[in-house]
Every structure is written in structure tokens, then in C-alpha cells.
């Protein structure tokens, strides 16, 4: 239980800073209450979250050497993928940091604002409730199909349930919370590449992990 807490605290801390839901968040905090920005995002990941890990679980009607190889696998791909992300960064953007100018802007952070500038413009009421379901609807929408998604869905399908739940959550509340508390002041002293570089480097660790491993 304690190594599924620890690839599922590990992959989304990282693997979330920078994200297309870090800016979602960052830029609703920006606008609205902090506090109910928060527990709307929060609810969104920490749902989004359980629902992958039960995804994944369903993955084991499939054989057990599958599963195992095909967890290997992606790993490995999500390592090569983060690397070569960080490779393709432009010389004067490659130590930016996670919120700079419109011209190292990433695509996450460019769909980021254009997601929530329609949301507001929809916005009609600013009651708490409306806040919580802006950042909730918004949240969960951009998390569907990300990488951290698809990563907590092979970490369930091989690892221990409960382990990688909680683990998962933590590092989304990590996250969310630099996001919404932090925002400028902690972005801006983060760099995109370091976290990328580090992110593909854990992917590769756990994919050497899960392969001395038993099937």
C-alpha cells in the first residue's frame, strides 16, 4: 500500500504542476473566492480520481501479464514523451518559468485561459455555488483524458486500491493548492522544463519498478 501511495502522490504532484487544470485553477483564483475555487477543483480531481482508479481496476478482467507489460509500457512512452517535450522547448524558454510572456506560453496554460475567459463570459451569478461549479465543471472537464488521468488509471489497474487513491488526491490537493493559494508569486519561481525533465525521469523509475516486478 505504501509504494501505490507513494507512485500515486509522487506522479500527480508532478506530473500536475503546469498542467491545463494548475492554470484553471490559478486563473479562476485570480477572479473569484480562493476558498470555493479550491473545494470545486478539489471535488473535481479527487471524482475524477476515484473514477480512474476504478477504471483501472476493471482492467483486471484482462490477463495479469498484460496489465503488467502494458503499465511497462506506458510508462515508459509518458517518460520518452515528457522528455522530448522538454528537448522541443525553445533556447530563450527552456528555464521559464511555469507563468511567463504570451511568446513561451504552453499550449496548457494558452487553452487554460481561453477555457475559463468562456466560462466567465457565461458566468451570469457570482454566488458560491456558481464558483463551485465553474471550477468544478472546468476542472473536470480539462482532467478527462490527461496524462495524470490515464497514469492514475495504469497505477490502479496494477497497484493497491486504496494506496493510490489517497496518494493520488494528496498530490492533486499539493497541487491545487499552489494553484489557487500560491499563484503568481510560487509559478513564477518554477521552472516548466525542470518539472517536465523530472516527471519523465519518474516515469522511467517506476517503469524499471513495475518491470522487476513479478508479473
Not at 480520481?49 to 515508459?76: C, M, R
Not at 533556447?91 to 496554460?109: F, G, I, T, Y
Not at 476542472?139 to 496518494?167: P, Y
Amino acid at each position: 500500500m505504501l509504494e501505490a501511495f507513494t507512485a500515486g502522490l509522487l506522479f500527480i504532484t508532478i506530473g500536475e504542476l503546469g498542467d491545463k487544470t494548475f492554470f484553471i485553477s490559478m486563473c479562476l483564483a485570480m477572479r473569484h473566492s480562493r476558498r470555493f475555487v479550491f473545494l470545486g477543483s478539489m471535488l473535481a480531481l479527487a471524482t475524477m480520481t476515484i473514477l480512474s482508479v476504478l477504471l483501472g481496476q476493471a482492467a483486471n478482467v484482462l490477463p495479469q501479464s498484460w496489465v503488467h507489460y502494458g503499465t511497462i509500457v506506458l510508462f515508459t512512452v509518458f517518460g520518452f514523451k515528457m522528455l522530448y517535450d522538454a528537448s522541443k522547448m525553445k533556447p530563450e524558454c527552456q528555464d521559464k518559468s511555469l507563468l511567463d510572456n504570451s511568446e513561451c506560453a504552453s499550449e496548457a496554460e494558452k487553452e487554460a485561459i481561453e477555457a475559463v475567459f468562456q466560462a466567465e463570459a457565461n458566468l451570469k451569478k457570482k454566488t458560491r455555488l456558481a464558483i463551485m461549479l465553474e471550477a468544478f465543471t472546468l476542472t473536470f472537464i480539462a482532467e478527462w483524458g490527461d496524462r495524470t488521468q490515464i497514469t492514475t488509471m495504469a497505477l490502479g489497474a496494477s497497484k493497491n486500491l486504496i494506496g493510490v487513491t489517497l496518494g493520488a488526491i494528496l498530490g492533486h490537493a499539493i497541487c491545487c493548492a499552489i494553484a489557487v493559494f500560491g499563484g503568481r508569486l510560487i509559478a513564477s519561481r518554477i521552472s516548466e522544463r525542470t518539472v517536465t525533465i523530472v516527471g519523465g525521469l519518474l516515469f522511467f523509475v517506476f517503469a524499471i519498478v513495475t518491470w522487476v516486478q513479478p508479473a
